[in-house]
């Protein structure tokens, strides 16, 4: 459900070559929505192939504070998700730090 306090952000990535999301899509997007006052993950959602995919990336970003940088997500999801979009991902995931750093509420 969208709330005043969260924010939806959104990064992007291009795929690699034989990807199956590549017949569908170019680039690999995370969305995630994320609380204003701590950063905090609420639920995220990214553009693989799979469903099981899709929820597995959720359940590995889901809790994980913003504040305290990207550090930490891109080294649970580099050592949690093996599959072939693994740096599409982790560009995606700087892509959206990005976005959360646009807004100057991290501090």
């Given at each position: ?9 959104a ?16 680039t ?5 929505e ?34 305290d ?7 649970i ?19 959206l ?11």
């Amino acid at each position: 459900m969208a709330s005043i306090h969260t924010y939806f952000l959104a990064g992007h990535a291009r795929l690699p070559q034989g990807m199956a999301a590549k017949s569908v899509f170019d680039t690999l997007t995370i969305t995630a929505e994320i609380d204003n006052k701590y950063g905090v993950i609420i639920e995220a959602s990214c553009t693989l192939a799979t469903e099981h995919g899709r929820n597995y990336v959720d359940e590995l970003l889901k809790g994980l504070s913003l504040k305290d940088g990207i550090d930490e997500p891109i080294r649970i999801l580099q050592n949690h998700y093996r599959g072939r979009a693994t740096n599409a991902l982790t560009a995606a995931l700087k892509d959206l730090f990005y976005q959360y750093e646009q807004l100057n509420i991290h501090k």
